[in-house]
């Protein structure tokens, strides 16, 4: 899908001042301003590249890129000036540039529209707004499971948060099971050995009039899950007809669910079908980039483009849900996810540590998560409400103020992610703040 550069613009910079933004592909792929000097945040390694950043996607030592966005504030008082795609739900094209002496030169490898603004957010904000997407419904506030127990979560852990919630006096919308409810990726209607029942905890999350959330990854499959064992041909294959690859993670290779199979979009409509009537009706979907992926997809779709593929199965998932739900994006390609989604992630993940593993600002750390969100911030309103990541307030947690700061500074989708017992005083009344301050 990726074809030749051409050039779009030439530019005069004061190479001293210029400042350059460059969007990612993802969520979690690092976003943000930089001056000409500095090195912009790449993959440290192969599988992060799949996983976190655009892939097949490799950047030259020395260039800036945007994945369909790409702004440059020339610094000598001259506009700021913002190359776009031109239809960025269907194509994306990568935008670079790259400086010799005072002069920047601007390619890309797709068609893109010139915008002129004063400043950087505001030339992106300009643009957002030009798209005419619905104001989105405000966000509920949230507690969710898996920054305190992550994939070791228990049912008996939510009902303990679930009391602590009335007990502290917390103002909670929606209590969202994040991962290891499930005993496999794909197979999301079958519980690990940790849970009893979703319906009985639901159940008991509305008897508290509070709603019920969950947390799934949707186009990922686990290689050794009953799903790919007894339907191979629901996933999508690469150009030898092997599975489609989307990286590595909880310690094992990623499959990719076709959702362009019909069984395979059934079977997608089915889990979200049931989810929603066992009374869950707030989704976290995440791992979103997996079904953006390059690969051989169904008969009549083998030459299916994979944004066209990606936005047919959110479709499967919202007219599953229904209208009414609220559908928060994670892992998910930007600018392909325009229209689809309540609310979106908008940084890599956050942490109980400052800094991410190996300084890839794709990985988990409040740093990268405060980074990338910051530099979104013009997304929120106007794309969708923005998720800058779960607030932590436990003892535990480094720099603590610093992250709670930035979570309530954005405005956007407030969720906590403690064991609400171990908040000490400053947490309960932080967490009690930043939830009372959200738009309800």
């Not at 530019?11 to 792929?29: I, K, M, N």
């Not at 000409?36 to 800036?64: E, I, K, M, S």
């Not at 405000?138 to 070791?152: D, G, Q």
């Not at 992610?417 to 703040?433: F, H, I, K, P």
Request: proline residues 8%; charged residues 25%; hydrophobic residues 40%.
């Amino acid at each position: 899908m990726h074809h030749s550069f051409t050039p779009v613009a030439s530019v005069l910079v004061d190479p001293r001042r210029a400042r350059v933004h460059e969007e990612g592909w993802q969520s979690w792929s690092p976003s943000g301003t930089y001056a000409l000097d500095q090195a912009p945040y790449r993959p440290t390694d192969a599988n992060w590249a799949t996983v976190c950043y655009r892939p097949g996607v490799t950047v030259p030592a020395g260039a800036f890129q945007g994945e369909g966005l790409l702004a440059l504030d020339p610094g000598d008082g001259s506009p700021v000036r913002l190359w776009a795609a031109a239809d960025p739900t269907h194509e994306v094209p990568s935008v670079r540039l790259t400086v010799t002496g005072d002069r920047a030169e601007v390619t890309a490898d797709g068609p893109v529209k010139e915008w002129t603004g004063t400043d950087i957010p505001s030339v992106l904000g300009d643009w957002a707004g030009s798209l005419g997407l619905p104001a989105p419904r405000p966000a509920p506030t949230v507690w969710c499971s898996w920054y305190e127990y992550f994939t070791e979560v228990t049912e008996d852990d939510i009902h303990e948060n679930l009391r602590a919630m009335d007990t502290l006096d917390l103002p909670i919308d929606v209590v969202q099971i994040d991962d290891g409810y499930q005993r496999a990726l794909g197979d999301w209607l079958t519980l690990s050995g940790r849970f009893r029942s979703r319906e009985a905890i639901a159940d008991a999350i509305r008897a508290r009039g509070r709603r019920a959330g969950i947390w799934t990854a949707p186009f990922l499959v686990d290689p050794a899950s009953d799903l790919a064992a007894e339907h191979p041909d629901w996933l999508v294959r690469d150009a030898e007809g092997g599975p489609a690859h989307a990286g590595r993670n909880w310690g094992h290779d990623l499959c990719v669910l076709d959702t362009t199979h019909p069984e395979a979009a059934a079977y997608l409509d089915d889990v979200f079908r049931t989810l929603r009537a066992e009374g869950y009706d707030y989704f976290k979907v995440d791992f979103l980039y997996a079904g953006a992926l390059e690969g051989v997809r169904h008969g009549d779709h083998e030459n299916m483009d994979a944004l066209s593929a990606y936005r047919a199965g959110i479709g499967v998932i919202r007219e599953a849900i229904g209208p009414d739900a609220y559908l928060l994006g994670c892992g998910a390609p930007i600018l392909p996810s325009l229209g689809l989604f309540d609310a979106m992630r908008v940084s890599p993940d956050t942490a109980p540590h400052r800094r991410p593993e190996a300084g890839d600002y794709s990985q988990p750390g409040q740093d990268p998560a405060e980074f990338t969100g910051a530099a979104r911030q013009w997304q929120h309103g106007r794309l969708w409400v923005n998720d800058p990541d779960c607030l932590m307030a436990r003892p535990a947690v480094e720099t603590r103020e610093r992250w709670a700061a930035h979570v309530a500074a954005t405005g956007g989708l407030m969720a906590s992610s403690d064991r609400l017992l171990s908040l000490d005083q400053w947490g309960v009344e932080t967490t009690r703040r930043i939830l009372s301050g959200a738009t309800r």
